[in-house]
T-cell receptor, first 118, second 114 residues
Framework: GAGVSQSPSNKVTEKGKDVELRCDPI?????LYWYRQRLGQGLEFLIY????????KSGLPSDRFSAERTGESVSTLTIQRTQQEDSAVYLC????????????????FGPGTRLTVL | AQSVTQLDSQVPVFEEAPVELRCNYS??????LFWYVQYPNQGLQLLLK??????LVKGINGFEAEFNKSQTSFHLRKPSVHISDTAEYFC????????????FGKGTRLHILP
């Protein structure tokens, strides 16, 4: 597609339920990132994928959070037993590989999924 | 570890006036520096980045930023703002040896007053 897409755009759930957030990166972008943006806060790094491996999971806030990626395409962020503090906008970004793979490439962001936990 | 401080959470500016959005960072290693912009109801997009070379970096929409290593700052400027510049602006840093992990500031909301 033309850009990074995320679904759903909005998700309202009850405390204790599980949710799945989806990210479709730009075709050919091997690197994929998940961030969380709480109201009035900056972007909080959650996890980074290079292909379908995740060399950096250090940002996942608890074991209720997990993420998977199929090949070099779709990624799913799963939050189990949601809590009210999980309410935030979850942003996905993709890029060509940077760092040890050469270069510093721009991250392209999706529009985000706004999660509200009641 | 790296950190980014954006000193102003909101900046009101009259249309056609100049603006400066401040960003300071701390890092024990050399870093790349970025400014991203988030227009209302849209995703973030890159405004400009500093990797090396000239400390004055020009970006899209007439914005520029200057890297000051001694002051560990990367302030964003525009000589004359327009109503369309209303957005949230995020400063970010990434360590050279591990540029995949970008640390973002909390953002500065730019309000353009008519």
């Amino acid at each position: 597609g033309a850009g990074v897409s995320q679904s759903p755009s909005n998700k309202v759930t009850e405390k204790g339920k599980d949710v799945e957030l989806r990210c479709d990166p730009i075709s050919g972008h091997t690197a994929l990132y998940w961030y969380r943006q709480r109201l009035g806060q900056g972007l909080e790094f959650l996890i980074y994928f290079q292909g379908n491996s995740a060399p950096d999971k250090s940002g996942l806030p608890s074991d209720r959070f997990s993420a998977e990626r199929t090949g070099e395409s779709v990624s799913t962020l799963t939050i189990q037993r949601t809590q009210q503090e999980d309410s935030a906008v979850y942003l996905c970004a993709s890029s060509l590989p940077g760092g040890v793979f050469g270069g510093v490439y721009e991250q392209f962001f999706g529009p985000g999924t706004r999660l509200t936990v009641l | 570890a790296q950190s980014v401080t954006q000193l102003d959470s909101q900046v009101p500016v009259f249309e056609e006036a100049p603006v400066e959005l401040r960003c300071n960072y701390s890092s024990s290693v050399s870093v790349y520096l970025f400014w991203y912009v988030q227009y209302p109801n849209q995703g973030l997009q890159l405004l400009l980045k500093y990797l090396s070379g000239s400390t004055l970096v020009k970006g899209i929409n007439g914005f520029e930023a200057e890297f000051n290593k001694s002051q560990t700052s990367f302030h964003l400027r525009k000589p004359s703002v327009h109503i369309s510049d209303t957005a949230e602006y995020f400063c970010a840093v990434s360590p050279l040896e591990r540029d995949d992990k970008i640390i973002f500031g909390k953002g500065t909301r730019l309000h353009i007053l008519p």
